[in-house]
């Protein structure tokens, strides 16, 4: 498996938030993407959410993930199931939010259920937006959306 990695810095806690610091938006935030662990047939990483812009915003919520391939941005299989619970956490300019991440191998489903496809990469929802970023993530997925090969955390 190849991963890049476009979030070099270091993660930090964000700070509760203040109801008046206003919702990130996609243009606020660059999306990254970096490996935890691996074993048994399970990937482990994160998607970072790193505030690109020179305000706080406020982010709360799950955002969206999905695979994404053919070099056109072509989603592959279902999207990320949702796991656990969320709470709105201020994002300061520079600050890290991240969102743990969980991937089963295409392996481990026969290749008739599974119709193995090539994966470029995440498309990444920030919360609350219809906009969308790529994030290279090389690996192979199932082209069939009743294989969910995903699941992610809130950003915290």
């Not at 919520?61 to 199931?81: E, H, K, M, N, R």
């Amino acid at each position: 498996m190849r991963t890049e990695s476009s979030e070099s810095s270091a993660l930090s806690e964000p700070a509760a938030a203040d109801p008046s610091t206003p919702k990130c938006t996609n243009a606020d935030l660059k999306a990254g993407y970096r490996a935890t662990d691996a074993g048994a047939g399970s990937r482990f990483g994160e998607i970072t959410l790193t505030n690109v812009s020179d305000r706080a915003c406020a982010l709360g919520g799950f955002g969206g993930l999905s695979y994404v391939g053919g070099d056109d941005g072509t989603q592959i299989g279902a999207p990320a199931a949702r796991k656990g619970q969320w709470r709105t956490v201020m994002m300061k300019p520079g600050q890290v939010a991240v969102s743990a991440v969980a991937e089963s191998t295409a392996e481990n489903y026969p290749a008739s259920k599974c119709k193995p496809a090539n994966v470029d990469g995440f498309r990444v929802y920030v919360p609350d937006s219809y906009d969308s970023q790529f994030v290279r993530h090389e690996t192979t997925g199932c082209a069939d959306k009743n294989v969910s090969l995903l699941s992610h955390r809130a950003f915290h």
